[in-house]
């Protein structure tokens, strides 16, 4: 997987995607819960999928998302594309190294806005990162269906230093 960056192309190895996934899907235990998966990784924009499943349901009348776990996806993947740009900044370090960067990283602030009842077998998310500075990045997310509608929409502040 690769992005296109301000000064070209950034290609992450296999070892540091693996490394990445791994600690997002398989060690934060929560998005482990969540049932969150990668589906692209890129230096500046990450992509995720999730599947309704009934134990995430919000209103049983309607079958709808609970909006926590909207809030709490948009969350990680925010923080997940922070991770990913921190790796891009850095790669001149080996992937193992990269990887031991992201031992600081924490929600600062964050915002989600609902726009729509989250109903579908499975949802869409993304985001992008729209400044990462030595402390401080922030970052814009999509919550939505396979078709493109979109549902959320959610800013994060995330502390990375």
Known sequence: MS??????????????????????????????????????????????????????????TYNRLHGGVISASLDALGGLAVLAAIGARHMNEPPAQRLQRFTRLGTIDLRVDYLRPAIAPQ?????????????????????????????????????VA
């Open 3 to 60: 992005a296109p960056t301000k000064g070209g192309a950034v290609d992450f190895e296999p070892e540091f995607i693996e490394g990445l996934r791994v600690l997002f899907e398989e060690h934060i235990t929560f998005n482990q819960l969540l049932g969150i998966h990668i589906a692209d990784l890129g230096a500046q924009q990450v992509r995720a999928t999730l599947r309704m499943r009934p134990d995430l349901v919000g209103h049983p």
């Open 123 to 159: 949802f869409v998310m993304h985001a992008e990162v729209l400044r990462l500075g030595s402390r401080v990045a922030s970052t814009a997310m999509r919550f939505g269906m396979e078709d493109g509608t979109l549902l959320a929409t959610g800013n994060g502040t995330y502390i």
